[in-house]
């Protein structure tokens, strides 16, 4: 057993580092939830094309040469479609960050 949690005398500084601690995890959980709502709004608003784009890029690690090859495109239209994703989940996550903290 820590130490810290024991003392009496650091009473105070242990609920500090709680409360602290707690913060910092529900931080994390908003972030959480921000992704996970921005994935099920994105999946509604990104184009098949962006959508393909953005996974295979993002999930898959693949390099525009070769998505544009599988897909059939020019790299110039990959890259339009990947930072056009971008830009909507940008745009999405933004919104529902600012509906999270609003509640």
């Given at each position: ?27 994390n ?59 909507k ?15």
């Amino acid at each position: 057993m820590s130490q810290k949690f024991t003392d009496i005398n650091n009473t105070d500084q242990s609920y500090s580092d709680l409360l602290s601690e707690v913060s910092e995890h529900q931080e994390n959980i908003n972030k959480q939830v921000q992704y996970v709502l921005t994935g099920l709004i994105a999946g509604k608003k990104l184009s098949e094309q962006e959508y393909r784009v953005f996974i295979a890029r993002v999930l898959y690690k693949s390099k525009f040469e070769d998505i544009a090859f599988e897909m059939g495109l020019s790299q110039s239209s990959v890259k339009t479609y990947y930072k056009r994703s971008l830009n909507k989940l940008n745009d999405i996550a933004q919104e529902t960050m600012f509906k999270i903290k609003r509640k």
